[in-house]
């Protein structure tokens, strides 16, 4: 993977940490960290359907990729509507683990970075997960 890609995703991951940590910290309030945790959450999800609008467009080698593309996007969206539950970050937290699953079998990459890219994606979707998990822990 190029360097800046590996940076990129591992800055991605600074809200993810911070926020429960300024809650464990006393910095900042939790309702207010689980709104803001909950918002990037969303809007980094909606990210991850678009590598698959991208990838759709690009190869059209499976038929619903471009449709499956657009259910990171609902998801999140549906998932700001309801904030403030601690089932909505479960809900995000899962949809991370099977839009990882969906690109290991569908993305349309040559294998050399294909490789690469799950191993940075298996990586920081464990983070994404483990933090989501202490967010629902400091919400329960």
Same mark, same amino acid.
């Not at 980094?44 to 593309?69: E, P, T």
């Not at 259910?71 to 601690?86: E, M």
């Given at each position: 993977?190029? +360097?800046?890609?590996?940076?990129?995703?591992?800055?991605?991951?600074?809200? @993810?940490?911070?926020?429960?940590?300024?809650?464990? %910290?006393?910095? $900042?309030?939790?309702?207010?960290?689980?709104? +803001?945790? /909950?918002? +990037? =959450?969303?809007?980094?999800?909606? @990210? @991850?359907?678009?590598?698959?609008?991208?990838?759709?467009?690009?190869?059209?080698?499976?038929? &619903?990729? $471009?449709?499956?593309a657009m259910l990171p996007?609902?998801?999140?969206?549906?998932?700001?509507? @309801? =904030?403030? &539950?601690?089932?909505? %970050?479960?809900?995000?937290? %899962?949809?991370?683990?099977?839009?990882?699953?969906?690109?290991?079998?569908?993305?349309?990459?040559?294998?050399?970075?294909?490789?690469? +890219?799950? /191993?940075?994606?298996?990586? $920081?979707? /464990?983070?994404?997960? $483990?933090? &989501?998990?202490w967010m629902i822990f %400091?919400?329960?």
């Amino acid at each position: 993977m190029p +360097y800046p890609a590996i940076a990129l995703g591992l800055a991605g991951l600074i809200p @993810f940490v911070f926020m429960p940590l300024a809650v464990a %910290l006393d910095w $900042l309030a939790l309702s207010q960290a689980a709104r +803001y945790f /909950t918002q +990037y =959450s969303a809007v980094l999800l909606s @990210f @991850f359907g678009g590598i698959h609008w991208w990838d759709a467009i690009n190869q059209f080698q499976v038929r &619903h990729q $471009l449709y499956v593309a657009m259910l990171p996007t609902i998801i999140g969206w549906l998932c700001l509507v @309801f =904030s403030g &539950h601690p089932l909505v %970050l479960g809900i995000l937290s %899962l949809s991370y683990l099977a839009i990882l699953v969906y690109d290991k079998f569908t993305l349309a990459m040559p294998k050399a970075l294909i490789m690469g +890219y799950m /191993t940075l994606r298996m990586a $920081l979707t /464990t983070i994404v997960v $483990l933090t &989501h998990a202490w967010m629902i822990f %400091l919400l329960t």
